[in-house]
T-cell receptor, first 118, second 115 residues
Framework: AQTVTQSQPEMSVQEAETVTLSCTYD???????LFWYKQPPSRQMILVIR??????QNATENRFSVNFQKAAKSFSLKISDSQLGDAAMYFC???????????????FGKGTKLSVKP | SAVISQKPSRDICQRGTSLTIQCQVD?????MFWYRQQPGQSLTLIAT?????????ESGFVIDKFPISRPNLTFSTLTVSNMSPEDSSIYLC????????????FGQGTRLTVV
């Protein structure tokens, strides 16, 4: 069974600085997707960034980028120029590939609570 | 993307009663997923609802406690039955991006408190 591990329950960053959130996963599949979701106090799950396992290039979305190390099964999120609005719970998630029989559900890590200090 | 409307957004219920949560999607989707997020915890899949067939439940969740309906391709309900304080959680519905479900979209969640 696939598992996702986030080893940092809480992280703190100074506004305008850079922070990296860690995530490791375990799977025997070769086709899969990895995600970082942000959950502010509003409860809404917001997709931050997505990575397809078959792509070697690390995904980037504006201030957000990932370091995807497939062999090490590591998927860390880097937030540059942190803003107060980045404060939230961040969840790393895994989804198996469609052709591997995945139904489409996600497997989540326990989350990292990010605080941003002004 | 898919827009998901989930109702109610929050509720406070008496133990022993039931609550039905509705999830409406603005496009037709094959699979809908229901997750539970207990206080301070991560999301755990309750069940997968496929239109036209019985929902598939994950280990630890049973149909008698969490009956699900999926009458069409845009709508689903999750009922939390015979509630106890341990059922106090956030419940979220989710759908995948067609055709290969390469991305998941979430409703805004229902915060349930059982007293």
């Amino acid at each position: 069974a696939q598992t996702v591990t986030q080893s940092q329950p809480e992280m703190s960053v100074q506004e305008a600085e850079t922070v990296t959130l860690s995530c490791t996963y375990d799977t025997s599949e070769s086709d899969y997707y990895l995600f970082w979701y942000k959950q502010p106090p509003s409860r809404q799950m917001i997709l931050v960034i997505r990575q397809e396992a078959y792509k070697q290039q690390n995904a980037t979305e504006n201030r957000f980028s990932v370091n995807f190390q497939k062999a090490a099964k590591s998927f860390s999120l880097k937030i540059s120029d942190s803003q107060l609005g980045d404060a939230a719970m961040y969840f790393c998630a895994y989804k198996g590939g469609y052709y591997g029989g995945s139904q489409g559900n996600l497997i989540f890590g326990k989350g990292t609570k990010l605080s941003v200090k002004p | 993307s898919a827009v998901i409307s989930q109702k109610p957004s929050r509720d406070i219920c008496q133990r022993g009663t039931s609550l039905t949560i509705q999830c409406q999607v603005d496009s037709q989707v094959t699979m809908m997923f229901w997750y539970r997020q207990q206080p301070g915890q991560s999301l755990t899949l309750i069940a997968t609802a496929n239109q036209g067939s019985e929902a598939t439940y994950e280990s630890g969740f049973v149909i008698d406690k969490f009956p699900i309906s999926r009458p069409n391709l845009t709508f689903s309900t999750l009922t939390v039955s015979n509630m106890s304080p341990e059922d106090s959680s956030i419940y979220l519905c989710s759908v995948g991006r067609a055709p290969l479900n390469t991305e998941a979209f979430f409703g805004q969640g229902t915060r349930l408190t059982v007293v």
